[in-house]
Structures are given as C-alpha cells and as structure tokens.
C-alpha cells in the first residue's frame, strides 16, 4: 500500500509533464493524420468443390479423407499465394493500367494520381511496348522485354517496393478457408478502389489457370511416360514373340509338351518292345545252340552252303527292311511290307528247298528223327534272324531316340526361357496398361474437379472506403505518448539516487527517517511560508523531546552531518528555539563558534566539561562538524539521548555518504541514531505534519485520495 501510495505521490508530482505530453502528442496525430488515405476492400468467393463435389471416385464407397481434403485446400491457398502466380498478376495490371489509365480522370482501372505516378516512372522504350489496342499483344510484349536484372523496369516492378505491382503489395492478399466448407475466401485492401477490384479480379482468374495448368500437366506427363513405356515395352513383347515362333519353325517345334510326351512314349515302347524281341533273340539262340548241338556236325554242312548263307543273308536283309518299316506305320510302309512279306515267304521256300536234300538221312546220332529236327532248327533259326533283325532295328530307333531326347532337351531350355520372358513382358504391359487407365480415370477426374472451380461471388467495384482507423491512431498515440510518460517518470524515480522523500530516503540509506524540515516556499505558497515554519519546528520539537530522559541530568542532542550546507545550523537553530519557547534551558553549541574540533578536549573528550562548563541546562544541542574530514569523539555519540544525522532531500546519497554512515552506526551502536531530511517539499513534509494551509477543499479532496482515504465523510 506504501509503494501504491508512493507512484501516485510520484505522479502527481509530475502531472504537468504526465498530462501536456500526451496531449501535445494527441494534437500532432490529429494534424498528421487529417490526410490519411482511404482503405478499399474488395472480396472474392472461390467454389472448389474439393470435399464435396462430385467426380469419378464419389461412387466408390470410402471414407472421407479429410487429411487429403486439407491438403488440397493448402495447395490451392499456396498457389494463390504462390511467386509465379503473384508476377502474372502483376504483369497485367500493369499492362492495363498502361492501356486504359487517365491522366486526368479517375476510372475504374485506376485513379488519374496513381496512373501520373507510375506513367512518369515508365522509361519511354517501355511506354513503346504498349499496345493501346491489345492486352495479349501488350503482355507479351513485356515478358519478352523482361530480364532478371535490376535495371529492367518490368523485372522491378514485381521484384523492387512499388505499393501496386510488387511482390510485397500482391502477397498481402488475404486467401483464407470459410469454415469447414469448399469455398475459400479471397480480401484484398487498398487506397485506389480500381487497382484493388481489378488486382482480384486478374488473381482469382490466373489462379484458376494455374491450379488447372499445374493438376494437368502433372497428369498428363505421367499419361505420356506410360504411354511411351506401353509402346515401348509392346515392340520388345512383339520381338519376343515374333522370335518365338522363328525358333519353334526353325526348330519344327509345334507342340513342345505333346511332342516331347511323344518322345518319351516311344522311348517307352521301344523298352518294353527291346525286352520282349531280347527275350525272344536269346531264347531263340539258346534253343537254336541246343539243336545245333544234337545235329552234331551236320549243321556244318548246311552252314557252309554258300547257297544257304546267301539266303541266311537274304531273308535277315529282308527280316531287318520289315522291322525297320514296321516301327514306321504309315499307308506307304504298310505297301512296301506286303511287297517285302512275299520276297520273305519265297526266300523261305528256297531254303526249305535247300533243307530238303538234307534230309535224306533218317536220324541224328542221337536217334531223333532228321526231318523232324531239321524242321525244329530252320524254325529257330527263322525266328532268331527275325529277331536279330528286330533288335538291329530297335538299336537304330534307340539312336533315332537319343538324338530326339538330345535334339528337343536344349529346345525346351530355350523354350521355356523365351515364354518366361514374354511371361514377364505381358505382366508389365498390363501393368502398364492399367496405370495408364488409373492415370486416364485420375486425369478425368482432375478435369472434373477442376471444372467445378469456380468464382462463386465475383469481385465487386468498391464504392465506399472501410471506416478510417484515424481514431485509433490517434487513441494510439495519446494512449502510447502517456504509457511512455508515466513509465519515464517512473523508471527515472527508480534509478535516481536523489533522496527527496521519506521513502527514498530510508530505502537509500536503511536508516529510520525522523523527520523533515522543508525549504522555502514558492510564490504560490509564499503567504503561508511562516505558519508551515512554525508546524515544521513545532514537529522538529516533538519528534526530539519523544528522547529526552527526565532521569538525566543532561540530555545531549548530537546535530550530524556528512557534508557542509546540508542545512543542519538551520535546524539546530530552530530546535534550540523551540525549546526556548517552552521553557526548557538549553544551550546551542556550534563547532565554528564555541569549541575547536581540531583542539584535543574535543578529540579526546570524556566529558561534557571538556569543551562546555554546564550551568543550568537541560538540553546541550551540539552541532559536530561535517564526517567528511571529521571525526566525532565517541562520548557525545554514546552519551547522547539523540544522534540526528541531517541530509539534504535535494541531493543523491553517494557511496562515500554510506560508507560515512555506517562508520557512524557502529559508533551510536543501541543509542538512537536517525534521519532527519532537509530542504523538502511540502509534499514530503506533509508524511509526517499531514496536510498543510491552505486548507483548500480542493486540497483536502486530493489529500485524501493520495491517502486512500475514500470512504470517509
């Protein structure tokens, strides 16, 4: 409550300072802003049609993704917001400026002021650029112009401050979703109503072209790449195939699994068919063997007939042709069999013919009957040559199946191989195929969200300006002017080191401050100079006499001080006065009057007697020379019943003034030791007299605000 009381003490110390410089501040927003310039603002709803509208995928039954839907929303914000598009805006405002402004007429392009500034601007090669009939022609024109350098006026203009086509002026557009719906809301601000309605009207379009531009571009690069990786990868099907079928022609392959099961079911038979004619070959040799044996030598006589080995030889040519053509079904073979069966048939007769003389004797050694086992061997030794044949004929088609096994083995590798390579190739060409599809379906779709992007509330030419922010500019200013006004004065009163009030004066020094004694008045108050003289003594009085000790014989009153002129003399004489007045003997002693302060009874004084002989006094008020080179014998400070150490309200406490103090404190040790503050303000006098005359009622109302005292009557 003290510190509240203190700011406000403070305040109204310095209200003259805290109430002119606001206003003086106040005046000078009034007179600086009577021209401020007028804000036109003009807004634009864009329809996009992101979360709600319908395309391709709405039938398709799926969450809402609303982290897409958001991200879409940026984007579109983005590319409003984006450099590129900002510098074509910018280029054909200017165009249009260009081609329709007025030198002395506002319109609805833009205001003559505005059309002069920037016309005067233009370098004269520029001005030739523009084509009064034709905005295209005029653009174009300044893009070929255009170079990113910074003596290029059509580089500048977007790149450089200028408040309509910069950079800097266009990003102020303010683009900003309504709600959670697909509409985003366009706002632009501006002092000419023209540049401000035509800026949105050029950006929501170049917008739109943009968002389209971009969405397809990105699909249609995709549509390309998988359009050429399609015919790319068709060519290489296409070669595979065609090399394919090259292989199997050259090869005579027509159905690979069918004809290698072929292969393997004539390697089959041809085991089954080699057993059974092995079988019949060695059983036919081993019982020709046995009945060769029981004709003894007479097989050799048949043997070496030259006529019967001929046909021997005949009949197994004749047996082999038959087996090999055998193993060869077909209507041709099937002739030629017959044809050869016959040869065979008459072969055989002409060796039973040869057979016959040989049997002119009855019976072998063994007593079987010639002709019967004549018979028995050409029967054995037909059918071993027949199966001689046979096996010869099964040994060539063994080879016939080798050759096939190693013919149709490397082909099947090879095969097998090139399918799985066309295997391959079909899967990615229809994987291919089908990213083209979702990349067509995504185009479509793009094309039909893009369609539903459209300006939903056009720009509409402003006609009146936004209420002026000149009163809250100028509220502003004498708010601010009076926020810094009271923190000056505030952040000075903290860092000064002046003591000037009871307060300051304690929290300084961390001393108790008795009292004050105030100087001379000014003329506002000059009449009443004496009566506040005689409240101040009379207070100076009160606050010593609280001291004396009746029980003393003498009571001592040490008047202090660190430096010269801090005004002690003029208390001590006033005091001395004071108690004059009410009957009290008392004697002032002044060092430069009544001792030496230099001389040793001074110095080493034990005694009151050293430096003053007592006669009836009760009161011995001494004022001691300044610390400040001095030094006050330890009797008077220990003896005293008040040590009153003076400081003049009007000067800062220094650290020699606290180094001097303290030395002083340890020497008063438990004798009473305060602060009694000089030459001060009727203000800080009134802490400790209360309020002093006049008696004002105004006076009296501040008073008691200052003091909190609001619920009095």
Request: contains cysteine; proline residues 3%; glycine residues 2%.
């Amino acid at each position: 409550m003290d510190i509240l009381k203190y700011i406000l003490k403070v305040l109204y110390q310095n209200k003259w300072w805290i109430i002119i410089i606001p206003i003086f501040a106040f005046i000078c927003a009034i007179l600086l802003t009577r021209n401020i310039s007028k804000t036109y603002k003009v807004t634009s709803t864009v329809y996009t049609g992101i979360a709600s509208g319908y395309n391709i995928e709405s039938d398709i039954a799926s969450k809402t993704d609303y982290n897409s839907i958001n991200n879409e929303m940026d984007n579109l914000i983005n590319i409003v917001k984006a450099q590129s598009t900002l510098e074509k805006v910018s280029i054909r405002l200017y165009a249009q400026h260009m081609i329709y402004g007025n030198n002395f007429k506002d319109n609805n392009y833009i205001q003559a002021t505005n059309f002069n500034a920037i016309y005067n601007k233009t370098p004269i090669e520029i001005r030739k650029l523009i084509d009064k009939t034709s905005e295209a022609n005029t653009i174009a024109r300044l893009l070929k112009h255009q170079t990113a350098s910074p003596d290029n006026f059509v580089y500048g203009l977007f790149n450089w401050n200028h408040h309509h086509y910069s950079y800097k002026a266009l990003s102020k557009v303010e683009v900003r979703r309504v709600s959670n719906s697909d509409m985003l809301e366009l706002s632009y601000e501006g002092s000419d109503p023209g540049v401000v309605y035509n800026t949105l009207k050029i950006l929501t379009k170049e917008f739109i072209e943009n968002y389209q531009s971009l969405r397809f571009q990105e699909t249609d690069s995709v549509i390309e790449y998988f359009r050429n990786e399609l015919d790319r990868i068709a060519l290489i099907l296409r070669s595979s195939e065609d090399s394919l079928t090259n292989f199997n022609v050259n090869k005579k392959v027509i159905n690979y699994d069918e004809q290698t099961k072929q292969v393997t079911s004539k390697y089959n038979e041809y085991f089954l068919k080699h057993s059974e004619t092995k079988m019949a070959y060695n059983s036919s040799k081993a019982l020709l063997n046995e009945i060769e044996k029981r004709m003894s030598d007479n097989i050799n006589i048949i043997k070496n007939n030259s006529e019967f080995i001929e046909k021997i030889q005949k009949i197994s040519d004749l047996n082999y042709k038959i087996q090999y053509l055998k193993s060869n079904s077909s209507d041709i073979a099937n002739a030629k069999i017959k044809s050869l069966k016959k040869q065979l048939n008459k072969e055989e007769e002409n060796i039973n013919n040869i057979i016959t003389e040989y049997k002119t004797q009855k019976y072998t050694k063994e007593g079987l009957a010639k002709e019967s086992i004549t018979d028995q061997w050409l029967i054995e030794l037909m059918n071993n040559i027949k199966a001689k044949a046979q096996l010869e004929v099964l040994n060539e088609l063994k080879k016939e199946i080798d050759a096939e096994y190693s013919y149709y083995s490397p082909i099947g590798s090879t095969i097998k191989r090139r399918e799985r390579e066309i295997s391959f190739l079909e899967s990615s060409y229809l994987n291919i195929l089908n990213s083209l599809n979702g990349a067509m379906t995504r185009k479509k779709n793009l094309q039909m969200s893009s369609a539903a992007l459209k300006v939903l509330n056009p720009p509409i030419f402003p006609l009146d300006p936004l209420p002026s922010k000149r009163k809250l500019i100028v509220l502003g200013v004498f708010i601010a002017s009076f926020i810094f006004t009271v923190s000056y004065f505030l952040i000075i009163e903290v860092i000064d080191r002046t003591l000037r009030n009871k307060i300051r004066a304690e929290l300084l020094i961390g001393n108790p401050v008795l009292g004050a004694f105030p100087k001379p008045s000014k003329i506002k108050y000059r009449n009443y100079q004496n009566e506040v003289h005689n409240i101040s003594a009379n207070y100076l009085f009160n606050s010593v006499s609280n001291y004396f000790d009746s029980s003393k014989k003498i009571n001592i009153v040490n008047i202090i001080s660190n430096n010269p002129e801090e005004g002690k003399t003029y208390i001590a004489e006033n005091l001395l006065l004071a108690l004059n007045q009410r009957g009290i003997e008392s004697k002032l002693l002044n060092h430069e009057n009544d001792y030496n302060p230099n001389s040793s009874e001074y110095l080493l004084a034990n005694s009151m007697d050293d430096i003053y002989i007592i006669k009836n006094e009760k009161v011995i008020i001494i004022e001691h020379p300044c610390l400040k080179g001095n030094n006050i014998p330890d009797y008077f400070i220990k003896n005293a019943s008040l040590n009153l150490h003076i400081v003049s309200a009007n000067r800062a406490w220094t650290d020699t003034d606290n180094l001097l103090f303290k030395r002083l404190s340890k020497k008063s040790k438990n004798n009473p030791l305060f602060i009694y503050l000089s030459k001060t303000s009727r203000e800080t006098l009134e802490v400790f007299t209360g309020l002093l005359p006049p008696y004002t009622t105004y006076r009296k109302i501040l008073y008691k605000i200052l003091q909190f005292e609001l619920k009095s009557k």
